[in-house]
C-alpha cells in the first residue's frame, strides 16, 4: 500500500527565514511519481511540482527547492527566503502513475511571520 | 472555462438530507477525481471517472455516496441521508489526459451537516 508521511504539522518561521518540508512515503511500485500541492487559506489545492521516480534531479523554481531521494524515500521541499505569502498547508502526494488517485500526507502548515 | 468549478461553495444540511455537489472541469480534461477533505487533514481520494466511465469508486465511504458523469464533462456527487461525519470539504481535480499525472483542483465545497 502506498502511505506518505510529513511528520512536521506546523512550523513557523520568521519572514526571509529557510525552511524546508519534509516528505516521506512508501510504495512497492517501481515507477511512481511525487508531487507538492500548496492550499493557501483560500482552500485551492494548487500544484507546485511532480517528480517521477526515475528521475532524482534536484530541482529549483525561484525561491524554492526540491530533493528527491530514492535511498531514503524521501522529497522535501525548501523555501529559501521565506515571505508571507507563503503561508499555506503544504501536501506532498504520490501517485503509481499516471492518471490514478493521489495519496496524500496530512500536510504541514507553515506560518510565516512578518 | 480556466480552471476547475464547484458549487455549491458552502452547504449546510440538515442530518438526513440528501446534497447533490457539482464540478465542473478544466474543458476538455478527460478524467476527473473526487477528494474528500477532513479538517486538519489531507485530501483523500472517492472516486473517479475516465470521460463518462467510472473506474474506481473503492475510496466512497458508504453506499450513501454516489458520484456520475454522464456525458463526460460535469460531474455531480450526491450524498444521501448524511450524517454528521460527512461533514468535509469535497475537492474535484480534473487531468487532461489518460497519460498526464498533474491533477487540477477545483475550489472545494464545504459541507457541514447539523
Known amino acids: 500500500a502506498q502511505k506518505v508521511t510529513q511528520a512536521q504539522t506546523e512550523i513557523s518561521v520568521v519572514e526571509k527565514e529557510d525552511v524546508t518540508l519534509d516528505c516521506v512515503y512508501e510504495?512497492?511500485?517501481?515507477?511512481?511519481?511525487l508531487f507538492w500541492y500548496k492550499q493557501p487559506p483560500s482552500g485551492e489545492l494548487v500544484f507546485l511540482i511532480r517528480?517521477?521516480?526515475?528521475?532524482?534531479q534536484n530541482e529549483i523554481s525561484g525561491r524554492y527547492s526540491w530533493n528527491f531521494q530514492k535511498s531514503t524515500s524521501s522529497f522535501n521541499f525548501t523555501i529559501t527566503a521565506s515571505q508571507v505569502v507563503d503561508s499555506a498547508v503544504y501536501f506532498c502526494?504520490?501517485?503509481?502513475?499516471?492518471?490514478?488517485?493521489?495519496?496524500f500526507g496530512k500536510g504541514t502548515r507553515l506560518s510565516v511571520i512578518a | 472555462g480556466a480552471g476547475v468549478s464547484q458549487s455549491p461553495r458552502y452547504k449546510v444540511a440538515k442530518r438526513g438530507q440528501d446534497v447533490a455537489l457539482r464540478c465542473d472541469p478544466i474543458s476538455g480534461h478527460v478524467s476527473l477525481f473526487w477528494y474528500q477533505q477532513a479538517l486538519g487533514q489531507g485530501p483523500e481520494f472517492l472516486t473517479y471517472f475516465q470521460n463518462e466511465a467510472q473506474l474506481d469508486k473503492s475510496g466512497l465511504p458508504s453506499d450513501r455516496f454516489f458520484a456520475e458523469r454522464p456525458e463526460g464533462s460535469v460531474s455531480t456527487l450526491k450524498i444521501q441521508r448524511t450524517q454528521q461525519e460527512d461533514s468535509a470539504v469535497y475537492l474535484c481535480?480534473?487531468?487532461?489526459?489518460?497519460?498526464?499525472?498533474?491533477?487540477?483542483f477545483g475550489p472545494g465545497t464545504r459541507l457541514t451537516v447539523t
Open positions: 510504495t512497492r511500485d517501481t515507477t511512481y511519481y
Open positions: 481535480a480534473s487531468i487532461i489526459s489518460d497519460r498526464a499525472t498533474e491533477q487540477y
Open positions: 502526494a504520490l501517485s503509481e502513475e499516471g492518471n490514478t488517485p493521489l495519496v
Open positions: 517528480r517521477n521516480s526515475f528521475d532524482e
